[in-house]
């Protein structure tokens, strides 16, 4: 049986094979998209490959412009042909939900300016429903009252802290509440009534954003799944 490290190796170089010379590329974050960034570090250092990168969190930018790879704020480039990114959970019908790694405001910026979106995965973040926990993405001011009002909702939120115990800040300096739903409602109603509180700033349920999912699989074969648009509720 391969290990999950060896998954998200396996898929992630595929998903690499996707970017072609002379492309705008969204390079999102996470332990999976870490190796897309190591096979396109290697093919513009070794072969020539000239890209723009545009990135879905600070340690992508850093991490990606060590290797070579050109980046570029979001608001530099007039496009994005091609975004490829990591999830936390994906659905049956494509929903996902992302955030684990406190970069789903990005994400979600340069996922929706992006022509095509691939997310990259492991089997094991594939499921029927989304049970993962939910993150919300808020500003610091009032943010203990918008989170007595998430209280009050039933959403059982509990603050994304550091290893001190202190608010996990985002690249946007702004805090994170992760939400622990007993049972997911429909996501575009939810998406809408946490948009519409204030303070919050984005959430990490991603909705007909995705156009393919690789996923890498125990036998080290590779599915690849065009996505279809979910229906509006």
Known sequence: MTDQ??????????AAELVEDGMVVGIGSGSTIAYVIEVLGKRVAEDGLKIKGVPTSDKTRRTAAKLGIPMHNVDDVDHIDITIDGADQIDENFAAIKGGGAALLWEKIVAVNSKRNVWVVDGSKLSDHLTHYLPVEIIPYGADQLFKRLEVKGYKPTWRLDQNGNPVRTDSANYLIDLH???MPDPF??????TSMVGVVEHGLFLNVVDQVIVGREDESIDIFDAHPLPLV
């Open 189 to 194: 109603t939810l998406g809408r009534e946490l």
């Open 181 to 183: 739903l007993n049972k």
């Open 5 to 14: 490290t060896s998954l998200k190796k396996l898929a992630g170089y595929r």
